[in-house]
């Protein structure tokens, strides 16, 4: 499979780029950006070409990862798709509802297969974990967070246009619904309150009949964002917790590429496709409606 890549942020720089050029079974095949001397320096670290237009990149190859910011993804999937071009796609895949369900709808239409890069989705361990909690009758509730301090350090993310924008629950809202969804079910009904600056609350009744709480920021203070991301499931067979990531996500990513290769080879889709990422576009936009009124 020979994969292209479009775009050039600090995430296709420090996981996309690395992953794809590691991978021993597909061919990375270049990249493409917005900026073409950031495409060209990435490209040339990994010693394979930078496309002139992102045309060009999806003529020329079997797949695309993109990490692009969400509006701006859901674009080139959708042209991606319609290509006939396998979908390896981050999170969250569009920014509205009715973009997640046009990328949705090109990929069914085009028969492509589709992954959605839900970091503990595709990290040893975590996914597992995920799995064996799916198979569990019983859960009662669970409680989530995810507490970062991007905007309040250095962080390379921290002067992204659609972080600050979007804020935490879009940036890392997706990590928390991706655990809590396969566990306890679709979600019926949302509930959100603001906090400090970006910071959200959520409260989630799944289909099923269990609930959850889910607190996301990217603004906390260095020293409260020591614990960063936890999971807690509480229920019949007592109370679980999600073990720590135990490896960089460039790895994470690489079991992510051979998902889309067994899905465009056997057809089946893969639990993360572009069905179920836009599922979790449908909570954060009914989260975002009520955050957005709490605030005025």
Not at 57 to 62: F, Q, R, S, T, W
Not at 280 to 288: D, S, T
């Amino acid at each position: 499979m020979r994969i292209g890549l479009l775009g050039t942020g600090p995430w296709a720089g420090f996981v996309h780029a690395p992953a794809l050029a590691a991978h021993p079974d597909i061919e990375f095949a270049g990249v493409w950006g917005r900026r073409p001397e950031a495409a060209a320096e990435l490209a040339a670290l990994h010693d394979v070409p930078a496309y002139p237009t992102a045309e060009a990149l999806i003529a020329d190859v079997d797949a695309v990862a993109i990490a692009l910011p969400p509006d701006v993804q859901a674009e080139y999937a959708v042209r991606a798709a319609q290509a006939g071009k396998h979908l390896l796609l981050d999170k969250p895949v569009a920014a509205t509802v009715d973009a997640a369900r046009a990328v949705e709808d090109a990929a069914a239409a085009s028969g492509v297969a589709s992954v959605v890069f839900f970091t503990v989705r595709f990290t040893a361990g975590q996914d597992a974990w995920i799995a064996e909690q799916a198979a569990q009758d019983g859960w009662f509730t669970a409680h989530c967070h995810w507490i970062g301090s991007v905007f309040t350090t250095d962080s390379p993310y921290a002067a992204s246009p659609w972080r600050q924008q979007k804020g935490a629950l879009w940036d890392v809202g997706p990590h928390a619904l991706s655990v809590l969804l396969p566990v306890l079910g679709e979600v019926e009904r949302v509930t959100a309150a603001p906090g400090p600056a970006d910071t959200a609350h959520l409260i989630l009744r799944h289909r099923g009949g269990a609930s959850s709480t889910v607190t996301l920021t990217l603004t906390a203070p260095p020293a409260a964002a020591a614990l960063g991301a936890a999971v807690e499931l509480r229920g019949a067979a007592g109370v679980a917790a999600l073990p720590d990531r135990g490896e960089p996500p460039v790895e994470a990513f690489g079991r992510a590429v051979d998902a889309l290769r067994a899905a465009a080879a056997t057809g089946t889709p893969h639990p993360c496709d572009v069905g179920f990422g836009r599922q979790v576009v449908e909570v954060l936009a009914r989260a975002e409606e009520q955050l957005l009124r709490g605030a005025n």
